[in-house]
């Protein structure tokens, strides 16, 4: 400068350069984010506060918490809707994370042919859930379904079994095609963390004289917890949003006694274009969702 | 190869997606300059219309159906002088109501749609159907006279005027379609005109399916459940499932322990089935009396051909209750609606008018025509044409009876409650807690009365009572 002072220009730092170029490469996703997540959920969330109701077009209003209200204490099957969503999860998530489990315990053994069985076991995984559906749907026929031809063989039923329409036998089935469906993720995470456990520990514990079961609990299961982790909370929400599987089998039904959440909102939207009520009950799944994976990852993080 | 630094990376893709911003935001590409025509070819051939593509969207209820759908579209694309093309969209049933809002909701439009029972009615009330009478006013008179009654599923008023608002492809009646071979086996009767007369009532009807019933080989009721209570219902007098009469009550109980009794006769998984479990049943021959209708030929003479014949099929009336004298044929019509929200309506009001004409009208498969003066020798000839492996001498049998059924008995409408899904809901809701012995029919009226009453738009009903 003119009086001889020096101003130190502030340069643009490679920091901020390598900070400035990880945000722009950012951008496409963050813009496709914005688009198809964060606008959809905030028109969900905006409808969920509205009446619109198809048939009556120019009746639509803002009528705030009255969706809510009217599903939380004034529907008669509330209950009926939580218990078979809840009913749902946890069949679903306890039984693919089990047979994923020993699927992959079993599969980490030294065997022949041990790549083409591993490819077999996620063959589910790759099946569109529709396709998946209609196949068990075929299965599950009472009439001419290879279930109950196969049990009848056996002589183990002398009379065919109603599996999606009996109810005692329809909610074992359909989680029988969750658990199908669902196993596979499972059991590649699992495969995946089986791998890296280091294997002196096994060989300590073998020396220590410890059974399989001492090994399994005391060894397997603590070095699984990070996979574990992940896979019960993701698990969790996905099937607390599953709509295909029961709307394919069941729809909801005989008499919404297998209606969750998901497939009722479906309903209540596209069939009885109640379009505000059905946005109020998908906002609520998701209030619910949210909350309990938040309680899920503050009680489980701090053990992994 | 020299190395991209960080730096010219970050630029060259700076400038690509410059360059399709550009390109994407730039005008339309300018339409090539028209060919020069010799003066004489100019006043022989004049410059083509512009090309108008709309969107008809169809329910693939059947590949039948399908075929004629797809077969007369070819046709009018391949004819029409105005160069309109029709893109149509095949979609399954019940899809087609969340496919039609997402084309309203992106702001682009169909031109026409498939409609069935009171759908047509909805869409109306959400504002989405477009009159026709403007448009095709002059082909009313070549329809019957059933679909201009202002209680059918095509006319809707408004400010005290009816307005037309769907141009139907079919039809149909509802009755219920015997195996007339095992009738006669099983209880000596071998004339139609007796088999008719004593499964005209309730008790006539019960007596027969005792008869016939032979489970688990042979069940004398086919399902599924949500299908026989309707018309059993209008066959003791009340106007639809909705119809909560005071003076009707009885009549509406009545009705439902009759179903009672055909749920006991039912397969145990009938419960759940849909239309086309219902088809698969009768085509393996397991079931004897199923409610069904016009359309059922279609569904099962590709499967099972031996079935559809005068010998081994009696079409018969839903049986009525001894709350009325006579039997009752419900009936509908399925067609074609056009959006209102289209901005290309004279382009579709050209291509209904096409589908208007007899040779498409009479060529729907599994149905009645719904032009006046066109008897069964007539439709079966036509549609022999399209499907001449399924029609012709042999699917005379099936016309005649329909129509001699149709002629005979009181004809009502099918299907006609709005909102129809919500209302089938609650109804059919109680039906599986009737048909798995949970509830009584008392019961079933007293839970379903308040429910559908609190949201019915059309409902009709004996008292006339009306619904906002």
Known sequence: MADGSVVHKKRFGRHEQEALIGYLLLLPGLVGLAMFVVYPMLSGIALSFQSKYLLEPDKDAWIWFENFRKFLFANPKLGLYVGNTVLWVIGSVVGSVSLGLVLALLLNREMRFRGIYRAFALIPWVMPMVVAAIVWQWIFNANWGIANHVLRSLGLISKNIVWLADRTFIWPAILVVSVWKGYPFSFAFLLAGLQVIPKDLYEAATIDGASRWRTFRHITLPMLRPQLFVIVLLSTVWNANEFTAIWMLTKGGPADYTMTIAPLVYQTSFQFYRMGYGASIAVLLMIVVMSLAAVYIRSVRSEI | ?468
């Open chain 2, 1 to 468: 190869m020299a190395e991209l630094s960080r730096r010219r990376f970050l630029q060259l893709s700076a400038m690509s997606a410059g360059v399709a911003a550009l390109a994407a935001c730039g005008p339309a590409a300018t339409p090539a300059p028209a060919k020069e025509v010799a003066p004489a070819e100019k006043e022989a051939a004049p410059a083509p219309a512009a090309r108008t593509e709309i969107v008809f969207l169809c329910a693939g209820t059947s590949e039948v159906e399908s075929k004629h759908q797809r077969h007369w579209t070819d046709e009018f694309n391949s004819t029409n002088p105005d160069n309109i093309f029709v893109k149509i969209e095949l979609i399954g049933w019940s899809d087609i109501f969340t496919k039609e809002r997402a084309y309203i909701a992106a702001g682009d439009a169909y031109e026409l749609a498939w409609y069935c029972g009171a759908t047509a009615k909805e869409k109306w009330l959400m504002g989405w159907v477009e009159p026709l009478d403007e448009y095709l006013g002059d082909v009313k008179g070549t329809f019957k006279d059933s679909l201009f009654d202002p209680k059918s599923p095509n006319v809707v008023e408004k400010d005290g005027q009816e307005h037309w608002i769907g141009m139907p492809f079919c039809h149909y009646g509802i009755g219920v379609i015997g195996r007339r071979d095992v009738i006669a086996e099983k209880t000596g009767m071998d004339d139609n005109a007796a088999i008719l007369d004593k499964l005209s009532t309730y008790a006539g009807f019960l007596e027969v399916a005792e008869a016939i019933h032979d489970p688990e080989d042979f069940y004398a009721i086919s399902g599924p459940s949500n299908h026989w209570p309707f018309d059993t219902l209008l066959n003791n007098g009340l106007h639809s499932t909705a119809d909560f009469s005071d003076d009707w009550r009885d009549a509406y109980i009545e009705g439902l322990e009759f179903v009672q009794e055909l749920f006991r006769m039912s397969p145990p998984d009938a419960v759940t089935w849909t239309h086309r479990d219902d088809v698969a049943a009768y085509s393996n021959g397991t079931v004897g009396l199923n409610r069904q209708g016009t359309y059922f030929y279609g569904d099962v003479i590709p499967r099972s051909p031996h079935l559809m014949t005068a010998e081994t099929c009696i079409v018969l009336p839903v049986p009525h209750g001894p709350a009325i004298d006579g039997n009752v044929i419900s009936i509908g019509y399925c067609g074609y609606y056009m959006c209102s929200k289209s901005n290309k309506k004279e382009a579709a009001a050209k291509f209904m008018r096409f589908l208007a004409q007899p040779d498409a009208q009479n060529t729907f498969p599994m149905n009645l025509s719904p032009l006046k003066g066109v008897d069964s020798r007539q439709q079966v000839a036509e549609l022999e044409k399209l499907f001449p492996d399924m029609y012709g001498e042999r699917a005379i049998f099936w016309f005649d009876q329909w129509n001699a059924a149709m002629d005979k008995h009181t004809n009502w409408w099918s299907e006609a409650t709005v909102p129809s899904e919500e209302i089938n809901k609650i109804f059919n809701d109680e039906m599986v807690r009737l048909f798995n012995g949970e509830t009584t029919p008392t019961e079933v009226y007293d839970t379903i009365k308040p429910q559908i009453e609190a949201i019915c738009k059309i409902c009709p009903r004996r008292d006339g009572k009306q619904f906002e």
